[in-house]
């Protein structure tokens, strides 16, 4: 009977299977998704064991971007040379995740999608030399993505539970549930009830855990729209607050402004009250 740890090194290679491939990659972005995902500390350090993490600039490799199972990207599309890499990494890609507001939806970024006149004459002195696309947009808007982690950062539970279920070749869960359900789960008073505070809490997807609501702080919408968000009856909620039409277009129009049922509620009130 031949033992366990007897096999030549030269049998074991023929029959061990290559780890799966990862990549994390870097768009526009203030880089928090990334350190979310470093901040798994010893958890990341386990997933050594199930796979290779071949390229994440922020941790130190730097492997080819080919022949790759699981790509995280972080950030939005904002220059060509965003827009080139996307299109190659797709197609190197077995799942490809976005993870965070600037990759879903475009983030604070796609602020400037908003603005008027000649934005990077006014902020750079040769805006000539920056190869910057017309608008900051998510990665979905130019390939197929195969899931969407929402935040502003994303947590470490995010992550995992996706890598968990993509090392398996399935996707994880989709949280639907908004963050008043949250609320509601760890017993925090309602804000705007209790202390009339603006909070996107109703249209917005829980995952954060209610942070804000739970420091007296209106939801500033991080995690992007809910299903089915009633933004337009929450906006008229502001306005009965005392928010001016400027501030509610602004509570929208923030971190997920380009997410298409912020944006539209945002836009519906930065010439004043719609319902005048």
Not at 47 to 69: C, K, N, R, Y
Not at 91 to 112: H, M, N, P
Request: glycine letters at 10%.
């Amino acid at each position: 009977m031949t033992m366990s740890g007897s096999a030549r090194p030269e049998e074991n290679s023929k029959t061990t299977p290559p780890k799966p491939r990862i990549a994390v990659l870097k768009l526009a972005s203030c880089d928090g998704c990334q350190l979310a995902f470093l901040g798994l500390g010893d958890k990341l350090l386990e997933l050594s064991g199930q796979a290779e993490i071949v390229h994440f600039a922020e941790a130190g490799p730097l492997g080819p971007l080919t022949g790759l199972d699981i790509t995280f990207i972080e950030g939005s599309l904002s220059t060509r040379e965003d827009h080139d890499m996307v299109l190659s990494v797709r197609k190197e890609s077995r799942f490809l995740v976005t993870i965070g507001a600037c990759a879903t939806s475009g983030g604070i970024q796609a602020l400037r999608n908003l603005a008027s006149g000649p934005l990077l004459s006014s902020l750079y002195p040769s805006p000539e030399v920056i190869d910057f696309l017309d608008q900051s947009t998510p990665v979905a808007s130019l390939v197929p993505v195969d899931l969407e982690l929402w935040g502003c950062p994303v947590t470490g539970d995010q992550i995992l539970l996706a890598l968990r279920s993509l090392l398996f070749g399935a996707l994880p869960p989709v949280q639907t549930d908004k963050v008043c359900l949250e609320c509601k789960r760890r017993g925090i008073a309602c804000v705007t009830v209790t202390k009339q505070i603006p909070c996107l809490g109703p249209v917005t997807l829980t995952g954060c855990g209610a942070l804000c609501p739970s420091f007296d702080r209106g939801c500033y919408g991080c995690f992007g729209p809910a299903e089915n968000p009633e933004t337009s009856s929450l906006a008229r909620s502001f306005s009965g607050l005392g928010l001016t039409p400027a501030e509610i277009a602004r509570r929208f129009l923030f971190i997920n402004s380009n997410a298409p049922a912020f944006r539209e509620e945002g836009r519906r009130w930065q010439g004043g009250d719609p319902h005048e």
